[in-house]
């Protein structure tokens, strides 16, 4: 059974280079001294913002002070992630959190003090300060919440009552992260497997449907013994929720966290419809699958093993960087350049150690770079999340290079479009490479696992976080017993009746940290269908397509999410572009039916 290495133990080369940023704790703890002056430093312009010289340094100073806490906090939580476990990081995280909500208070007043300067007067304040230009659209966009600000007292009250609002996620990150044991299991063969965060995916795509099921039944059994916690969280994060939304006064939690990033709330709503016509294909390819493997009842823990016998594909980090970068020579030489960047001075954290945080993400860090944190094992996924948490980070790279810190951080609903665009690249270079139809019908099957697992079930994902959410908005309680039996309905219709449903699958809700993201996961969704349009669109039309491209990527939040996309040439405000990719989820399981009809 191979030892997941302590932190100590692991090999420099492949973590994360964190002096970029501090070189020391000691330089994280002089900062952060030094920072602990800015809230009064914010309070100080209470009162006086309708002046157009002081409104320009608060706002210059507001910039340089979200830099300094940008760098306190990646600093403080990627640390805390290499060992969660660590009670010293974990303090500094909580260090920074404190900060960062009281900087937050200090400066509650600011919104409520613009929105009571009038249209007129503000005009005039552009042309007695021209350098106020920049924050044009900044402040417009404080102009167009009016309607949901609230007074200096009441904006300060909910300035506050954000470290409340964490408490949720942070709970569920400890429970989940440090505190959780799953007992090891044996294969067929007797052997002993460790079932952590990081090895689970790997186990459940196991040619060794023995370990699947153990392994499965392993890591949910104790989800089981925390159903009731786990359901609390989930309420006290509905709740806090809606307690925000209701206090600004919009009409749902949904509404009020689409509005924040200018999507409307009928995006998502369109999505769940167009995956819902989608079902039948979604249907006949679970039932392909059972075939395929030859099963008389296909369970939960049989969806993520390949059904091509003889193509474990392994790939070792070092080829899958080989792969990647062929893959997506298509961007250009640019942006394969900071692609090298990125591995050879150490932005990623690459294997899994003891107490490490699970899963994979990229963290940007305005005027240093992004950071990676993977838990690689060698499979095939490992080098599709390669390739998408890169397309993050240079998503991130780019508009921090291109946009003053005001608009670089582009939001939450085109976070994802980068990163399955470089996943939707590296699957049509492997297609493109092979026409033997064994190795063919392996990779269409992985392509059609992505449209599976990103496109339909994290609309599922995206569905059971509003009925949650209305559940809490109409006065009901969620328990352990209403969220599974929910949950277990979903599942039931996405998947169809030709998968037996596990009672262990009703609990997958308990193990989701993307419910305590705030209606995030409906954006991986909407996100593949745009990365599918856009990849085809840089294969078929190469260079304008790329410029097209590389300038979304590098447009923060220059603009409304929705109208960067339509500038790279995908339409999100039609279902259109979701639509489209549901035919080519279509397309492949006819054509993964014609590669195996003899099977």
């Not at 020391?24 to 430093?41: G, I, L, M, N, V």
């Not at 091509?308 to 893959?327: M, N, P």
């Not at 493109?432 to 599922?460: C, G, M, V, W």
Request: glycine share 4%; proline share 4%; with cysteine.
């Amino acid at each position: 059974m191979p030892t997941i290495p302590s932190r100590a133990d692991a090999d420099p080369r492949y973590t994360w280079n964190l002096a970029d940023i501090f070189p020391t704790d000691e330089d994280w703890q002089a900062a952060y001294a030094a920072a602990q002056r800015s809230p009064e430093k914010l309070r100080s312009y209470e009162g006086k913002l309708s002046d157009a010289k002081t409104l320009l340094e608060f706002l210059r100073y507001s910039d340089e002070l979200s830099v300094v806490l940008d760098r306190l906090g990646n600093y403080a939580q990627r640390k805390a992630d290499e060992d969660t476990r660590s009670a010293a990081y974990q303090e500094m995280s909580a260090l920074f959190l404190n900060l960062a909500i009281e900087t937050s208070r200090a400066a509650a007043f600011s919104t409520p003090e613009i929105l009571s300067i009038p249209d007129e007067t503000l005009e005039g304040f552009f042309r007695e300060e021209p350098a106020l230009s920049q924050y044009r659209l900044l402040i417009d966009r404080v102009l167009r919440q009016r309607s949901h600000v609230l007074s200096p007292e009441g904006e300060a009250l909910l300035a506050a009552a954000g470290q409340l609002g964490q408490s949720p996620d942070d709970i569920f990150s400890y429970l989940n992260d440090a505190d959780m044991r799953f007992a090891d299991v044996l294969d067929s063969e007797g052997v002993t497997h460790a079932v952590t965060h990081g090895s689970f995916s790997a186990l459940l795509q196991s040619p060794d449907r023995t370990l699947r099921r153990a392994a499965f039944e392993s890591l949910y059994s104790v989800y089981g013994q925390f159903r009731n916690t786990s359901a609390a969280l989930l309420s006290a994060q509905m709740k806090q929720l809606q307690f925000f939304a209701d206090a600004r006064r919009y009409g749902s939690a949904l509404e009020a966290s689409l509005d924040e990033n200018e999507v409307p709330a009928e995006i998502y709503h369109s999505l769940i419809t167009a995956v819902r016509d989608g079902f039948p294909a979604m249907h006949r390819y679970v039932s392909l699958r059972k075939r395929l493997l030859g099963l008389d009842e296909l369970h939960f823990y049989d969806l993520y093993t390949p059904i091509v016998a003889g193509q474990d594909i392994q790939v070792s980090y070092d080829e899958a960087w080989e792969t990647a970068l062929e893959a997506l020579a298509p961007l250009g030489e640019d942006y394969l350049s900071l692609l090298r960047e990125g591995r050879e001075n150490r932005w990623i954290d690459v294997y899994e150690n003891q107490g490490k945080r699970s899963g994979a993400y990229s963290a940007s860090v305005y005027g240093v770079h992004p950071y990676v944190l993977l838990n690689y094992t060698g499979k095939l996924d490992d080098m599709f999340t390669l390739v998408h948490e890169m397309g993050h980070s240079l998503h991130s790279c780019l508009s921090n290079r291109t946009q003053p810190v005001t608009y670089a951080h582009y939001v939450i609903f085109v976070a994802e479009v980068a990163s399955t665009c470089n996943e939707a690249l590296l699957m049509r270079h492997l297609l493109s490479k092979t026409n033997d139809p064994e190795r063919r019908a392996y990779l269409i099957n992985h392509f059609l696992e992505q449209f599976r697992t990103t496109l339909y079930r994290q609309t599922l994902f995206a569905e059971f976080e509003l009925w949650c959410s209305e559940q809490i908005r109409t006065g009901q309680a969620l328990t352990a017993e209403s969220l599974s039996a929910r949950y277990a309905e979903l599942c039931r219709e996405y998947y169809g009746e030709e998968i037996v449903l596990d009672e262990q699958i009703a609990l997958e809700w308990a193990r989701i940290p993307h419910f305590y993201y705030d209606f995030y996961v409906y954006q991986y969704a909407t996100g593949f269908s745009a990365a599918v349009a856009l990849s085809e669109r840089i294969l078929r039309e190469g260079e304008p397509a790329v410029r097209d491209y590389l300038a979304f990527l590098s447009g923060g939040s220059s603009k409304d999410p929705v109208s960067l996309l339509r500038g790279a040439g995908v339409d999100m405000s039609s279902p259109e572009p979701v639509r489209s990719a549901l035919r080519q989820f279509s397309d492949l399981v006819d054509e993964l039916e014609q590669l195996t009809k003899t099977k």
